[in-house]
């Protein structure tokens, strides 16, 4: 199959070469002697193992000589045409030598059969090459969706030896190629620097989140609850969604939570193993009430409890009553609205006995 594809891509390219050998004539004449002629060539290859398709110029001359037509008058060629017919030489010499050994022309086999490839590799490197002078950027998005959809539609069909309905399309197709060939280094390393910054920000978000809980990026110590009617609530267990138990702790290795000043806050003991973390409000000790050499709370050391920050706060809705006119109201427990806890005071010394 792709030998096929191959052979049909060196036909059309020898028919295009041919009528450019004619072109000197009038476009009808020139369908009329070129009419049918891939389809020609084709058969001929179909027909013959060692079919060659030989020079363009000579097989013209024959169709002109076929046709009772003068020789071609010698002109001057465009720089387009000199460009082309020198490359043309030189690329079919190269491959020539090439071919002339048996791994050689394994090669050139190989690469025959993966030329759609490149035809894809072409598109993208164009593509990036576009962004890149565009300031775009190297990225999933609209513009480079559209560039790369409309480069490769082209590179496809260039590959396929249309849409050339000129000779100077043929120079841009190769200074395409060659100019893919530059750019195929500094994609690989833009490929890689961007594969290696995504890994290192994916990693820098998992190892930097912080441990325990956080809000608007600041670490929560300590929970406080209050009930339906506003009232404060201690012992209060806290889970998350997954039914794992909340805690605020940073460290856990440590056996205390730094409060800040010089106090700690510590876990409930009032749960199995101690690991009462997920209890609030957690209590707050000392840090004169830690043992320096074992890190562990001193004997006989009772933990104090944290004042709330509020004595009551607003109370929840109740369910709606409705009324004698059919419409529901919002009905709200009394109590006092949110009340500051008072700082704890030193309680005054008790006068001593008189005797």
Known sequence: MTATIDLDLQVREFAEAVRLEL?????????????GLEADLSEQAGD????TLGDPADYASELRSAAGLPERVSSRPSISESISSQSTRIWRGFVGSVRSSKLG???????????????????????????????????????????VATLLVISVQWGRGLWMPRLW??????????LAVLVLPFALIAGMSYVTTYNYFQTYQTDSAPAGLSRDGR????IFAYDSDGNPVKGVQLFDQDGKALSV??????????????????PSAK????SGWNVFPLA???QSAVESSTDRLSAGVIPDAVLFPFVTVRPLLAAPVVTAGGTPTAQSTSAPVTTPSPSPTTAPPSPAPTP
């Open 284 to 286: 707050r000790i000392s």
């Open 105 to 147: 022309a394994s090669v050139l086999d190989f690469l025959a059969s993966i030329r759609p490839v490149w035809w894809v590799a072409r598109a993208l490197l164009g593509a990036f090459l576009i962004s890149q002078l565009a300031g775009r950027g190297w990225n999933v998005g609209a513009f480079n969706f559209f560039t």
């Open 249 to 266: 702790r940073t460290d856990s290795t440590s056996p205390f939570l730094y409060a800040g000043g010089d106090s700690y806050l510590v």
């Open 271 to 274: 749960t199995v193993g101690g």
């Open 169 to 178: 399309f043929r120079v841009v197709r190769t200074l395409a190629n060659v």
């Open 23 to 35: 072109a000197d004539l009038g476009a009808d004449e020139v369908d009329e002697l070129t009419d």
């Open 48 to 51: 013959s193992e060692g079919f």
């Open 219 to 222: 670490q929560v110590t300590n």
